[in-house]
């Protein structure tokens, strides 16, 4: 079974650039995820999404993160304007349902210079 | 506001003997507990969960214990081996959040020593 595939692995950009992560869930999960980590923290949920619909963006800072997840599969995240504070780990996860265990991709490791 | 804590940065292990690490909450509403482990360059494993209608749960090696009165998880790893040393994390779910929503601790670095 193919595991969550993410990209770029890295990326480099200068602050107030935008900058764009893909992910592709395990086939058939319904549930995904976007995660920031940063460094010497664990994970923290930016947006959770429930097929193609939103179920918790309660801590994504909506003036400059958006997410979607057309068609209930692949998802993207974009971060415009980017800021220095958002260098981190973005880690995407899917799973079965809300209740199953979340399997998570290799990440996207953004430095914002 | 850090709802679940792991105060130990890191922690050192001899080859063939216990590995403890620790992790507390604060939420009295979490009502499911998982450890995930995570190598360098990786996202996170999936390694063990509990419900709160438990105190204890094993597979192979590794056993979860939770003491709900003292908000308080704790991963046994018996015995430890080399290749466990990663960063290892508890997360938490339930809380009144949105259910599937994980709360994770800061991360507890094991070097086990062959």
């Known amino acids: 079974e193919a595991g969550v595939a993410q990209s770029p692995r890295y990326k480099i950009i200068e602050k107030r650039q935008s900058v764009a992560f893909w992910c592709n869930p395990i086939s058939g999960h319904a549930t995904l995820y976007w995660y920031q980590q940063i460094l010497g923290q664990g994970p923290k949920l930016l947006i959770q999404?429930?097929?193609?619909?939103?179920?918790?963006d309660s801590q994504l800072p909506k003036d400059r993160f958006s997410a979607e997840r057309l068609k209930g599969v692949d998802s993207t995240l974009k971060i415009q304007p980017a800021k220095l504070e958002d260098s981190a780990v973005y880690l995407c996860?899917?799973?079965?349902?809300?209740?199953?265990?979340?399997?998570f991709g290799p990440g996207t490791r953004l430095t914002v210079t | 506001d850090q709802q679940v804590k792991q105060n130990s940065p890191s922690l050192s292990v001899q080859e063939g003997r216990i590995s403890i690490l620790n992790c507390d909450y604060t939420n009295s509403m979490f009502d499911y507990f998982l450890w995930y482990k995570k190598y360098p360059a990786e996202g996170p494993t999936f390694l063990i969960s509990i419900s709160s209608i438990k105190d204890k749960n094993e597979d192979g090696r590794f056993t979860v214990f939770l003491n709900k009165s003292a908000k308080h998880l704790s991963l046994h790893i018996v015995p430890s081996q080399p290749g466990d040393s990663a960063v290892y994390f508890c997360a938490a779910s339930g809380g009144g959040t949105s259910y599937g929503k994980l709360t994770f601790g800061q991360g507890t670095i094991l070097t086990v020593h062959p």
């Open positions: 996860a899917s799973s079965l349902g809300v209740v199953n265990e979340q399997y």
């Open positions: 999404f429930q097929n193609n619909g939103v179920v918790d």
